[in-house]
């Protein structure tokens, strides 16, 4: 998983704890038959590499959250 840049641990923390959520919504949104998980964590991907492009930092972030949900995907698959 990617590591946050210049951020003190409260931020990243902060970072991480959404990236939790991010994933526990992919979650729900897969178990409703929505998106699946490693499609939502792919889907992210591509948006935080568009965002990265005008805003490196928010990028940033969105691929870290996308990190987490392919994470999440693929520990689904191995079980």
Same mark, same amino acid.
């Given at each position: 998983?990617?590591?946050?840049?210049?951020?003190?641990?409260?931020?990243? !923390?902060?970072? =991480?704890?959404?990236?939790?959520?991010?994933?526990?919504? !992919?979650?729900?949104?897969? =178990?409703?038959?929505?998106?699946?998980?490693?499609?939502?964590?792919?889907?992210?991907?591509?948006?935080?590499?568009?965002?990265?492009?005008?805003?490196?930092?928010?990028?940033?972030?969105?691929?870290?959250?996308?990190?987490?949900? =392919? !994470?999440?995907?693929?520990?689904? =698959?191995?079980?």
């Amino acid at each position: 998983m990617t590591e946050p840049t210049e951020m003190g641990p409260t931020d990243v !923390a902060l970072v =991480r704890a959404h990236g939790q959520l991010v994933a526990l919504v !992919a979650t729900l949104l897969g =178990r409703a038959g929505v998106v699946s998980v490693g499609e939502f964590g792919a889907m992210l991907g591509v948006y935080a590499a568009v965002i990265a492009e005008t805003e490196p930092a928010e990028g940033d972030i969105l691929a870290l959250w996308a990190d987490t949900v =392919r !994470a999440l995907a693929a520990s689904e =698959r191995a079980h």
